[in-house]
């Protein structure tokens, strides 16, 4: 705040300087006399009052910015906190509950690997 402050006070001092300095050059004028050194005082101080001005607004924008910043990530959180809850009951079960992976039932509708085979002779000795 103190920076913005300083700022805008150096520019409202430049400005009132060039409204100074117009003031002499047109009483030059007015005299009959060139206003020259008038003139370039006036261009140097609006360039240093521009340069203030740009870090003046520079300042401004990165506050602008820093609010909209937390802003966002403050939404930002509250957005996940609301997905989080409203998907919180809506998960389906695992691929390996929904194979089959779960207890072994007693009705006997497991696969047995072997149960379609026949044993060999040899193995029947």
């Known amino acids: 705040m103190t920076e913005e402050k300083d700022l805008s006070d150096r520019v409202s001092e430049l400005v009132q300087q060039i409204k ?8 030059k004028k007015a005299a ?3 206003p020259s050194a008038e ?13 203030y001005d740009a870090l003046l607004l520079d300042a401004n924008q990165t506050k602008a910015l820093a609010a909209k910043r937390d802003g966002d990530a403050e939404m930002e959180e509250r957005v996940a906190a609301a997905v989080k809850a409203a998907l919180k009951n809506v998960r389906t079960p695992s691929i390996a509950a929904m194979i089959g992976q779960g ?15 026949s044993a060999h002779p040899v193995m029947k000795a």
């Open 39 to 51: 003139i370039d005082g006036k261009h140097e101080l609006a360039a240093k009052a521009a340069a």
């Open 32 to 34: 009959g006399e060139t």
């Open 103 to 117: 207890p072994a039932s007693n009705d006997g509708s497991r696969y047995i690997p072997a149960a379609g085979l």
């Open 20 to 27: 100074t300095v117009n003031d002499r050059a047109e009483a």
